[in-house]
């Protein structure tokens, strides 16, 4: 499995904007999948955005499209996670995830995570 190291994160008011970062030095990173998803208190881990190996192909849910956007970057060592016009509603443990190939939905199905970091929006 591929370790990931996530960054970013913190405490912004509502209306705001969030970069987070995920990144690999394994040279297997540039040939997985990757997603962001978010954890609130009592709440299930849910799908945020996904992006193929390739980086053509992404892929958001519907609660943050049109405010958040996943990318990779050229040498695909590291996946973006730009999150703009950020609400209440978005505050959780923001957490990145890779697996080989396929891009999923599914928190099960991939076996590389990383840290986990607080996104916190104040009213």
């Known amino acids: 499995q591929v370790q990931v190291v996530q960054s970013g994160g913190g405490l912004v008011q509502s209306g705001g904007s969030l970069r987070l970062s995920c990144a690999a030095s394994?040279?297997?990173?540039?040939?997985?999948?990757v997603a962001w998803f978010r954890q609130a208190p009592g709440k299930e881990r849910e799908f945020v955005a996904s992006?193929?190996?390739?980086?053509?192909?992404?892929n958001h849910a519907d609660a943050v499209k049109g405010r958040f956007t996943i990318t990779r970057d050229s040498a695909k060592t590291t996946v973006y996670l730009q999150m703009n016009g950020l609400k209440p509603e978005d505050t959780a443990v923001y957490y990145c995830a890779a697996r080989p190939m396929s891009v999923s939905t599914a928190p099960t199905l991939y076996n590389g995570w990383g840290q986990g970091t607080q996104v916190t929006v104040s009213s």
């Open positions: 394994a040279p297997t990173f540039s040939t997985t999948a």
């Open positions: 992006i193929t190996w390739s980086g053509a192909s992404t």
